[in-house]
């Protein structure tokens, strides 16, 4: 039976959170003995306090990994083995899924519903990537006779990785379902926000058979802990997902240390393309206000800005006018919420100066202001901005917050232009009766997914990632799992 507000209630206010890093298989304290406290942006109070990891647990924790790695417990574990660890880690995910979306609930401010699609989702992952170990094959490359030649792809050793606060449990299984796949060893660093839900999958996956050491976990500041994983000399690739700003800083690290291949999943500023011939407008405006005020607008991938083709602008806006007045802010464990509050005062500050920003630059036509609810200050209106162009900042810069900026366009070519017209390119997405037009604009559009008819559209059978400033690389698929494997070519002459 589903748990209601109150079963929510009584679970945050009995919980006991254990913000300690998980380093060599065990819980331990910073090395300086430094906290942090993790914020509940409802209330304003500590949930708990977390280790404040710096140079010398990162070194402590890299240590344990290549540890692990030389040791080959998991590196070198028959194919069927790792599958079985993986398929338990999942397991455990769901076994204690209420569990990891309070965490999350707690920590980011997410709706208690969104946080446990979160927990499904990363078992999903844990689950794929444990049905790859003994599915994905290597090849032999054609050669003369008398010679084999084989293309196998080996674990690369330590692998960092380094998480945003707005999908804490999700980013760190995509992060470390693929990179365990592939049988490397990790350390992972959480943002300073949310730590708690990555600490105690780390406990999870000790309890499903992952060896001790394969994973650690060191919470803390990114300009210690992270730069500190970012600089290490012997972690041999970094996967980063946040802002595209810290993203080009990890390059610089790498570069400055011993040029680790680094991964980026970094910003975006997504187009939704709503065209006269729009199969459905009222399931295009379901998308539309999913595609921006999910968790809040704090998604990388977030369509805040909607080009809508002139023939069906005032209708679409109108459907959408209709979806925002019960799109209303509260409690995130209310089960029934669909709007929570912002994740700090410095995020909430920061989109609040973007609704100045809107009001000089555009036409506010819904939202514009802060809130409060439920006894919460963080909250800001599901805001929309109207004749957005692009020499104004709201059509260009990524606010992360629930603010979309609405532009129109006369043609094809124009909405493609639009579309483009971004240093970003994580997703776009658009809704046509066109089949053609779909195959055109599925060339034309600069981004790493492009979804017709949808909204966002991600699953592990395919692989995410942005194009220009949005990113290196992609998660899920194979691709997710590659990325952390070194390709050896093998010559034997017989």
């Not at 610089?252 to 970094?266: D, F, I």
């Not at 602008?313 to 799109?327: G, I, P, S, T, V």
């Not at 790493?448 to 400033?469: H, I, L, R, W, Y």
Request: charged share 20%; glycine share 10%; with cysteine.
């Amino acid at each position: 039976m589903p748990l209601t507000h109150d079963d929510w209630k009584r679970r945050a206010a009995s919980l006991e959170a254990d913000g300690r890093a998980w380093i060599a298989g065990r819980r331990c304290p910073a090395a300086g003995g430094a906290t942090l406290d993790s914020i509940n942006p409802m209330t304003g109070a500590p949930v708990a306090a977390i280790a404040a990891c710096e140079a010398a647990d990162v070194d402590r924790a890299v240590a344990a990994a290549r540890s692990a790695f030389v040791a080959g417990d998991w590196a070198r574990a028959e194919p069927g083995e790792r599958r079985r660890v993986m398929l338990a880690i999942a397991a455990e995910i769901r076994a204690h899924a209420e569990e990891l979306a309070l965490l999350d609930s707690l920590e980011s401010g997410k709706c208690i519903a969104e946080a446990l699609e979160d927990a499904e989702e990363a078992a999903v992952l844990f689950d794929w990537y444990g049905e790859v170990q003994d599915k994905a094959y290597d090849r032999v490359a054609p050669a003369p006779a008398g010679v084999q030649a084989t293309v196998t792809h080996e674990p690369l050793g330590v692998v960092g990785a380094v998480v945003p606060w707005n999908y804490p449990l999700h980013n760190s299984a995509v992060k470390l379902a693929p990179a365990l796949a592939a049988g490397n060893s990790l350390v992972l660093k959480p943002a300073e926000e949310s730590s708690l839900s990555a600490l105690r999958l780390a406990e999870l996956c000790q309890a499903a058979g992952l060896p001790d050491g394969t994973l650690n976990v060191v919470p803390g500041h990114g300009h210690l802990a992270g730069e500190a994983l970012g600089r290490h000399a012997d972690v041999d690739a970094l996967g980063f997902t946040g802002s595209t700003e810290i993203g080009k800083r990890f390059l610089v690290y790498a570069g400055e240390s011993n040029m680790k291949p680094v991964w980026l999943e970094c910003g975006g500023k997504s187009p939704l393309l709503i065209f006269d011939d729009c199969p459905d407008l009222e399931a295009a405006a379901d998308a539309a206000v999913a595609g921006i005020f999910t968790h809040a607008g704090q998604v990388c991938s977030a369509h805040s800005r909607l080009l809508l083709q002139d023939g069906i602008h005032d209708a679409f806006l109108a459907a959408l006018d209709a979806r925002l007045e019960a799109l209303v802010p509260g409690d995130p464990l209310d089960p029934a919420t669909r709007l929570g509050p912002l994740v700090s005062r410095a995020q909430f500050d920061r989109v609040r100066e973007y609704l100045a920003i809107g009001r000089r630059e555009a036409t506010l036509r819904h939202g514009g202001e802060t809130l409060e609810a439920a006894g919460g200050e963080l909250f800001v209106a599901p805001t929309v901005f109207t004749g957005v162009t692009p020499e104004h900042r709201l059509f260009r810069e990524e606010i992360f917050g629930p603010v979309l900026a609405v532009s129109r366009f006369a043609d094809e070519a124009e909405g493609v232009a639009l579309a483009n017209d971004s240093r970003y390119g994580l997703a776009a997405s658009l809704w046509t009766a066109d089949l053609g037009r779909a195959h055109r604009l599925g060339d034309a559009l600069q981004a790493g997914t492009v979804t017709v008819n949808g909204v966002d559209a991600v699953s592990p059978q395919t692989p995410f990632g942005g194009m220009k400033e949005s990113g290196i690389g992609r998660d899920y698929e194979l691709a997710g799992m590659r990325k952390y494997m070194a390709l050896k070519t093998r010559w034997i002459h017989y």
